[in-house]
């Protein structure tokens, strides 16, 4: 499940992992798509594009209740991508509405909490933001706009203050080629050098 701000990517980056594991590891996964970003159609339009592109299932969630029929009816899927509506960090309400699908998952599958932030704002910023979606239980952290930032140390600094690894760095708007599996060799080489898409 990504969770995040608004505008940082989610969507996209939701393409690029569906992509990844459909197409273009050895082995091809099967993948289903689930959306609870209802807020905005535009949203729930685009995946559903991406979804047709790829062939792949998508269910959307209008109400937390709906979740885990959801994810049932992916049941047969090796990976399932869950897309969220974006919020703001001080939106409680919208957080709360992420939380009580979490809450409303009653099956056997456990759901990995991804969160999704740009890597071009200050630290401060990514902390708050951190702090807020913490409740939903954070497991790793993506980081995307590499491509528009030159300044690397504040994910430095909050991957060291929260002890959460990365999972991925998202390094442009292309998919699903623009995706890079987190590591800190990538990240240092980033802060020593500056990012470069040739680095992938």
């Known amino acids: 499940m990504l ?11 939701i393409a690029k992992l569906a992509a990844r594991y459909s197409f273009m590891m050895e082995k091809k996964y099967k993948v289903g798509l689930i959306v609870l970003d209802t807020y905005r159609i535009g949203a729930v339009e685009q995946l559903m594009q991406y979804a047709r592109m790829m062939k792949l299932g998508i269910e959307t969630v209008v109400d937390p209740p709906e979740f885990a029929s959801a994810l049932n009816a992916m049941r047969y ?20 509405k992420i939380y009580e699908c979490l809450q409303n998952n009653t099956t056997n599958m456990s759901i990995d909490t991804v969160l ?33 930032t030159r300044g690397f140390g504040n994910i430095f600094s909050l991957m060291y203050e929260t002890s959460k690894p ?26 020593l050098h500056g990012f470069s898409k040739e680095k992938r």
């Open 3 to 13: 969770v995040g701000p608004t505008g940082v990517g989610k969507t996209t980056s």
């Open 77 to 96: 899927c090796d990976y399932i991508l869950i897309d969220t509506m974006g919020s703001s960090p001080y939106d409680k309400e919208k957080i709360t």
């Open 116 to 148: 999704v932030m740009p890597s071009s704002i200050k630290y401060e910023d990514l902390k708050a933001t951190y702090d807020n979606f913490e409740p939903l239980g954070i497991d790793t952290m993506m980081f995307t706009k590499l491509d528009e």
């Open 166 to 191: 990365i999972s991925y760095f998202s390094v442009g708007q292309e998919v699903p080629e623009d995706l890079v599996v987190g590591s800190s060799d990538y990240l240092i080489d980033c802060m």
